[in-house]
């Protein structure tokens, strides 16, 4: 697999879109595994901090709501 930016060899696939990038054109980027409410209703999130991340595509903070899938 090639790099979506250049056409160098992907050393990994962006966690969120699923493109494929070199070291060169990889970043950073904080995945939400999971939301849940803990104590005290406050919702928390499971975070993995430093997810592989292509700089491409747009991730939304949150998780969408998706009402047409119902
Ligand atoms: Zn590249
Ligand atoms: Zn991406």
């Not at 930016?5 to 493109?19: L, T």
């Not at 901090?49 to 047409?68: F, N, R, T, V």
Request: glycine share 6%; hydrophobic share 35%; charged share 25%.
């Amino acid at each position: 697999m090639e790099c979506w930016k250049c056409d160098k060899p992907a050393k990994g696939v962006c966690r969120f879109c699923g493109r494929a990038v070199c070291q060169e054109h990889a970043s950073k980027m904080p995945f939400i595994l999971t939301i849940y409410v803990g104590e005290n209703q406050i919702p928390k999130a499971v975070v993995v901090s430093d997810a592989l991340y292509c700089g491409s595509c747009k991730p939304q903070p949150e998780p969408i709501e998706m009402p047409e899938i119902y």
